[in-house]
């Protein structure tokens, strides 16, 4: 028996790094990874550019990702804390406190007074509006916006403000859950 030979040792197999399969199992493919490993490794993938993407989308709704961080964040977690928020999201405390004083502001989240039995201080919670708010609140500057486009013909050529037309109107709708 050599000691140079890997199979002369039935429990070895014959590398340290090579993945365990199971000839009886269906699961297991030719190169030893698992079906489910790899399904759940792309799970994970597809859930984390999902995350991305509606991140991204926030972000230029609320015009930051910090703000798009802060919001996904209170919808998860409503009655949060700014120091709450700040270790969930990994944000700098004083960048989230400014942040949720803004949206605040811009009435994107509500907050009020944490009731504490005790004596001291008794910081604000923080819960973000409804995604579909937050939607109409983005609907009526988008159609602004795109009316002031529609008449700048009007506009370049000095005529009033009072003769703009709205060929553009958006209307968001709540659908009954089913």
Same mark, same amino acid.
């Given at each position: 028996?050599?000691?140079?030979?890997? $199979?002369?040792?039935?429990?070895?197999?014959?590398?340290?790094?090579?993945?365990?399969? %199971?000839?009886?199992?269906?699961?297991?493919?030719?190169?030893?990874?698992?079906?489910?490993?790899?399904?759940? *490794?792309? *799970?994970?993938?597809?859930?984390?550019? +999902?995350?991305? #993407?509606?991140?991204?989308?926030?972000?230029?709704?609320? %015009?930051?990702?910090?703000?798009?961080?802060? +919001?996904? +964040?209170?919808?998860?977690?409503?009655?949060?804390?700014? %120091?709450?928020?700040?270790?969930? $999201?990994?944000?700098?405390?004083?960048?989230?406190?400014?942040?949720?004083? &803004?949206?605040?502001?811009?009435?994107?989240?509500?907050?009020?007074?944490?009731?504490?039995?005790? *004596?001291?201080? #008794?910081?604000?919670?923080? $819960?973000?509006?409804?995604?579909?708010?937050?939607?109409?609140?983005?609907?009526?500057?988008?159609?602004?916006?795109?009316?002031?486009? +529609?008449?700048?013909?009007?506009?370049?050529?000095?005529?009033? &403000?009072?003769?703009?037309? &709205?060929?553009?109107?958006?209307?968001?709708?709540?659908?009954?859950?089913?």
């Amino acid at each position: 028996m050599s000691t140079d030979d890997p $199979t002369d040792d039935p429990g070895e197999s014959g590398s340290a790094d090579a993945p365990v399969t %199971d000839p009886a199992d269906p699961a297991d493919d030719a190169d030893g990874a698992s079906t489910r490993d790899r399904l759940e *490794a792309e *799970a994970d993938r597809a859930v984390s550019e +999902f995350d991305d #993407n509606v991140v991204d989308l926030l972000a230029w709704l609320l %015009d930051t990702e910090t703000r798009a961080r802060i +919001f996904v +964040f209170l919808r998860q977690n409503p009655h949060s804390t700014s %120091d709450e928020v700040a270790d969930g $999201t990994g944000l700098y405390p004083s960048t989230v406190r400014e942040a949720l004083a &803004e949206l605040h502001d811009e009435e994107m989240v509500d907050r009020r007074k944490r009731k504490n039995s005790g *004596a001291g201080n #008794n910081p604000y919670e923080y $819960t973000a509006i409804a995604p579909s708010e937050l939607v109409r609140s983005a609907v009526g500057q988008v159609q602004s916006q795109l009316n002031t486009v +529609f008449n700048l013909d009007r506009r370049l050529l000095g005529d009033d &403000e009072a003769g703009d037309v &709205e060929p553009v109107r958006i209307t968001v709708r709540d659908e009954p859950e089913e």
